[in-house]
C-alpha cells in the first residue's frame, strides 16, 4: 500500500494498493493474444448436453470465440448476420482474445456456425435447462505482460490472498473514465446532465478529433453537423444525437441507448461506491480476509462458489468457510452494523445520496436493489508460465477483475499508457 496510486484509479475509488510488491511495470493488451480469456461453466450444467434437439434438451447452447471486439458489438453483429439476438454471461473485452458461452431465447431459429475474422460462433448441442448467470463460475486468465522488469515473484504470490475485490477501470470507461458519473446523475435525476456527460465530458487521453468532438456538442445546434462526422467508435453518442434532434426529453434520449449498456451506468456508480468502500477499510488498516462480529459473509462452497450471504460468527466462521461480504449501495441498502455497512453508510451521506434513490421511478429499468460482493478478490491458481515476456496465468470468481491483481503485480505509473 506504500506505492503511489494513480490519480485515475483514485478518481474511481481504487485509493491505495494492497501488497508491498514492488511491481514489474510493463504494458498488456499490446496485442489480442496477450490477454486470452475463457469462461468457467459448472461442470453439471455439461453432464445432459446433447448434439440433437429433442423435447427435453430444446435450448441451443452455443460457444462464441471473439477478438479485438467487444461482447456488445459481437452479438449486434450475430445479430444482423443470422437473425439471433444471443444471450451471454458476461461483458468481455475489446482488446482480447475470449470464449464465452451463449444461449437464445429463438428456439426455431437455430444456426451452427458463423466465422468471420473477428467472431467464431459455434453450436456446441443442446441443453434441458437454459443457461444463466447461476452457471457461471469465474474466467480463466492467460495473460502477457510485456517490457516488465525480472522481479522475483515469489514476494507477489506471498501477498496474493490480501488483494482487494476493487471494481477494474473498465467497469467506469477505462481512459474515458465516465459511466459512473452519468450514474450518479441519474440517480439524482439529473437526466439532462447525464446527457451531457455521455456527449461532452473529456479526460486527457480524448484525441484530438474527439475532444473537438465533445467541445462542439455542447451546443445542441452543431448537432446535426457532428452526427455525419463521428467516428466509428462514437455509435452511443450518435443514438443520442439522433435522439435529441427528433426532440425527444432527457429521458427517452438517453433510452436510445441499448438498456444493457444503460444499466452499466447505474452499476459503475455502485461499483465507484463500493470501491471507496474497501478503500476506506484499507486505509484504517482493516483485515478484508477474515469477517468480525456484525459484518456479513458469504458461506464458501467452493474455490470459485460464494454460497448464502448471514452475518459472522466468530465462535463457528473462519477463513476457510466465510469470507466477508459487502453489501452494494441500492434502494434495500440497510446500513446494518458491519464495518463495511458503516463505510457505505458514510459514504453515501457525503455523496447526498439515499438509499430509496437508487428506485428511479421515471427509468425503473435502471432500479437497483442492491446486492452482495466478497471483499477479497479470492484469486486462485496463479501461475508464473514464462519470465521473459512474462506470462502469468490465474483464475478468478464471476464479476472480479483481472486488471485489479495485474495492477499489484505491475504497479503502473499510468494504467492507460499500460493498457488497462
Do not use: W
Not at 443457461?131 to 492467460?142: D, H, I, T, W, Y
Not at 482493516?286 to 460468527?313: A, H, Q, S, T, Y
Request: overall charge positive; charged content about 25%; hydrophobic content about 35%.
Amino acid at each position: 500500500m506504500k506505492s503511489q496510486v494513480p490519480k485515475i484509479d483514485q478518481e474511481v475509488g481504487m485509493k491505495c494498493y494492497c501488497t508491498d510488491f514492488r511491481g514489474v511495470g510493463g504494458t498488456i493488451k499490446q496485442r489480442a493474444s496477450d490477454f486470452k480469456v475463457s469462461e468457467l461453466i459448472d461442470p453439471t450444467f455439461f453432464d445432459e448436453l446433447t448434439k440433437v434437439k429433442d423435447e427435453r434438451h430444446k435450448f441451443p447452447l452455443y460457444v462464441l470465440e471473439k477478438n479485438n471486439i467487444d461482447s456488445n458489438h459481437a452479438i449486434a453483429k450475430i445479430k444482423e448476420r443470422l437473425g439471433i439476438s444471443l444471450r451471454v454471461l458476461g461483458i468481455k473485452d475489446a482488446k482480447a482474445n475470449t470464449l464465452q458461452y451463449a444461449t437464445t431465447d429463438n428456439l426455431r431459429k437455430v444456426h451452427r456456425l458463423l466465422q468471420t475474422n473477428q467472431i467464431y460462433l459455434n453450436l456446441e448441442g443442446f441443453t434441458a435447462r437454459q443457461l444463466c448467470k447461476r452457471s457461471l463460475l469465474g474466467n480463466q486468465f492467460f495473460i502477457v505482460i510485456r517490457g516488465s522488469q525480472p522481479r522475483e515473484t515469489s514476494e507477489f504470490k506471498r501477498e496474493i490472498k490480501q488483494v482487494a475485490n476493487f471494481y477494474g477501470l473498465q467497469r467506469f470507461g477505462s481512459r474515458r473514465a465516465v459511466t459512473h458519473l452519468v450514474g450518479k446523475e441519474i440517480v439524482n435525476r439529473n437526466f439532462k446532465r447525464a446527457v451531457e456527460l455521455l456527449l461532452c465530458y473529456t479526460t486527457r487521453y480524448d484525441s484530438v478529433m474527439n475532444r473537438e468532438i465533445r467541445e462542439k456538442s455542447r451546443d445542441s445546434h452543431n448537432y446535426s453537423g457532428l452526427v455525419k462526422s463521428m467516428p466509428q467508435g462514437m455509435d452511443l453518442e450518435r443514438r443520442l444525437m439522433f435522439a435529441a434532434i427528433d426532440g425527444k426529453d432527457d429521458v427517452s434520449t438517453l433510452r436510445a441507448i441499448p438498456i444493457n449498456i444503460r444499466r452499466l451506468f447505474v452499476q459503475a456508480y455502485q461499483g465507484f461506491i463500493f470501491n471507496l468502500c474497501l478503500s476506506e477499510a484499507l486505509l484504517a488498516g482493516e483485515n478484508i480476509l477474515k469477517g468480525r462480529e456484525g459484518d456479513l459473509c458469504f458461506e464458501m462452497e467452493g474455490p470459485l462458489k460464494f454460497g448464502k450471504v448471514r452475518r459472522f460468527d466468530s465462535s463457528s466462521d473462519s477463513e476457510r468457510n466465510t469470507v466477508p461480504a459487502i453489501r452494494l449501495a441500492g434502494y434495500a441498502f440497510q446500513g446494518g452494523h458491519g464495518r463495511f455497512e458503516t463505510h457505505t453508510k458514510s459514504i453515501l451521506k457525503y455523496e447526498g445520496i439515499l438509499a430509496k434513490d437508487f428506485y428511479i421511478k421515471e427509468m425503473q429499468e435502471l432500479s437497483t436493489q442492491g446486492g452482495y460482493r466478497q471483499a477479497p478478490l479470492c484469486s486462485s491458481n496463479f501461475s508464473l508460465i514464462e519470465k521473459s515476456p512474462l506470462v502469468v496465468s490465474f483464475k478468478l470468481p464471476t464479476g472480479s477483475y483481472a486488471t485489479t491483481l495485474l495492477r499489484e503485480i505491475m504497479k503502473p505509473v499510468d494504467p492507460i499508457e499500460s493498457g488497462f
